[in-house]
T-cell receptor, first 113, second 112 residues
Framework: DVKVTQSSRYLVKRTGEKVFLECVQDMDHENMFWYRQDPGLGLRLIYFSYDVKMKEKGDIPEGYSVSREKKERFSLILESASTNQTSMYLC????????????FGSGTRLTVV | DAKTTQPPSMDCAEGRAANLPCNHSTISGNEYVYWYRQIHSQGPQYIIHGLKNNETNEMASLIITEDRKSSTLILPHATLRDTAVYYCIVRVRMDSSYKLIFGSGTRLLVRP
């Protein structure tokens, strides 16, 4: 069964900490995405990547950066975590044309205290 | 970017068809409509997608109007496990790839 795996299901971090959220896919997908999901706001795109070492800003990139050193891995980095970054973070991957869909991970629920 | 509009909530009886509407009046000619659903505490799950023609798979049917300004997802025989938030999404072209623009979704409750 194809998979997008996010390294942590739940995470609690302190304000000001540097936080790494890891995502790995085993489908040889070129595209990978990071979304955050908040009540009443739905899913919002933070960053995406369509190739190794390539990255593009989504709709809400402020306060985040990403890294894609290998095709299968896409990392989301919070350089200095803040309480307004408390959210559910979802990683997804797809082939370039999308085709039959984008595969999502189960999510990481991050709480910044 | 094209936006989608969905009713915030709906309900239907178990075993009956669930018809979930979506408006996407600003959609462009080459933008696909995708449907996903999200069960509590899980990532969104792909259901179906289409461009112009109606589509059917083992999970659902997708009816797209001729002017492409709206669509309807049909779950032919809803079960309790179909209770979820359903997202109607437009896939937008980027320079060399595509991205999904999510709306707020419809919370479907299937009643016993």
């Amino acid at each position: 069964d194809v998979k997008v795996t996010q390294s942590s299901r739940y995470l609690v971090k302190r304000t000001g900490e540097k936080v790494f959220l890891e995502c790995v896919q085993d489908m040889d997908h070129e595209n990978m995405f990071w979304y955050r999901q908040d009540p009443g706001l739905g899913l919002r795109l933070i960053y995406f990547s369509y190739d190794v070492k390539m990255k593009e800003k989504g709709d809400i990139p402020e306060g985040y950066s990403v890294s894609r050193e290998k095709k299968e891995r896409f990392s989301l980095i919070l350089e200095s975590a803040s309480t307004n970054q408390t959210s559910m973070y979802l990683c997804a991957s797809s082939f370039p044309r999308g085709g039959s869909g984008y595969t999502f991970g189960s999510g990481t629920r991050l709480t910044v205290v | 970017d094209a936006k989608t509009t969905q009713p915030p909530s709906m309900d239907c009886a178990e075993g009956r068809a669930a018809n979930l509407p979506c408006n996407h009046s600003t959609i462009s000619g080459n933008e696909y409509v995708y449907w996903y659903r999200q069960i509590h505490s899980q990532g969104p799950q792909y259901i179906i997608h289409g461009l112009k023609n109606n589509e059917t798979n083992e999970m659902a049917s997708l009816i797209i109007t001729e002017d492409r300004k709206s669509s309807t997802l049909i779950l032919p025989h809803a079960t309790l496990r179909d209770t979820a938030v359903y997202y109607c999404i437009v896939r937008v072209r980027m320079d060399s790839s595509y991205k999904l623009i999510f709306g707020s979704g419809t919370r479907l409750l299937v009643r016993p």
